[in-house]
Antibody
Framework: EVQLVESGGGLVKPGESLRLSCAASGFTFSSDSMNWVRQAPGKGLEWVSS????????YYAESMQGRFTISRDNAKNSLYLQMNSLRVEDTAVYYC????????????WGQGTLVTVSS | QSVLTQPPSASGTPGQRVTMSCSGS????????VYWYQQLPGTAPKLLIY???QRPSGVPDRFSGSKSGTSASLAISGLRSEDEADYYCAAWDDSLSDYVFGTGTKVTVL
């Protein structure tokens, strides 16, 4: 059974940093592209970033470029999102998700971790 | 502000057929696959349709997707109470190099 479990969310102040983690199991992690998608309270879905299985290809949403860094450790079956210079508008549930967004879609989603940016 | 536009709401009675649209441009829907996601209240999204019109295993055939030009549609036939959810379309956008989601359509079963 595919499982994606996010952790690392919490309350931070504007300008601070936070690192999200996603522990994956139930599939060959190194073979699949992984993604972060977020959803602000009461709002729609917003793609954040994608990374290929070997980390050769990395993409970011324009609004997150330069502040967020996606990475993965295939030996630990883990996906990460380093978020710097956080803003109030980054407040959202962040989902870890498996799949190649452009060619196959996101077939599996974690339950999400809430990040709240507030002074 | 999303580049994929969906009607904010749609509704129907049990058993009816409901459709919803997703309007984009040549840089996204016109040149790439369309995906549809269902998000039940308080839960993570779920893939409903991939590569325009394919259903993952376990998705009932009451759900169907289509694409024409720079627009796409999702249809739900034989509407059921458990279909009450938010539905999002999505596609890769070549100009933005972003994966863009639609604005979302809330389906209400009357």
């Amino acid at each position: 059974e595919v499982q994606l479990v996010e952790s690392g969310g919490g309350l931070v102040k504007p300008g601070e940093s936070l690192r999200l983690s996603c522990a994956a199991s139930g599939f060959t992690f190194s073979s699949d592209s992984m993604n972060w998608v977020r959803q602000a309270p009461g709002k729609g879905l917003e793609w954040v970033s994608s990374i290929s299985g070997s980390s050769s290809y990395i993409y970011y949403a324009e609004s997150m470029q330069g502040r967020f860094t996606i990475s993965r450790d295939n030996a630990k079956n883990s996906l990460y999102l380093q978020m710097n210079s956080l803003r109030v508008e980054d407040t959202a549930v962040y989902y870890c998700a498996r799949g190649s967004v452009a060619t196959a879609g996101i077939h599996y989603w974690g339950q999400g971790t809430l990040v709240t940016v507030s002074s | 502000q999303s580049v994929l536009t969906q009607p904010p709401s749609a509704s129907g009675t049990p058993g009816q057929r409901v459709t919803m649209s997703c309007s984009g441009s040549s840089s996204n829907i016109g040149n790439n696959y369309v995906y549809w996601y269902q998000q039940l209240p308080g839960t993570a999204p779920k893939l409903l349709i991939y590569t325009n019109n394919q259903r993952p295993s376990g998705v009932p055939d009451r759900f169907s997707g289509s694409k024409s030009g720079t627009s796409a549609s999702l249809a739900i036939s034989g509407l059921r109470s458990e279909d009450e959810a938010d539905y999002y379309c999505a596609a890769w956008d070549d100009s933005l190099s972003d994966y863009v989601f639609g604005t979302g359509t809330k389906v209400t079963v009357l």
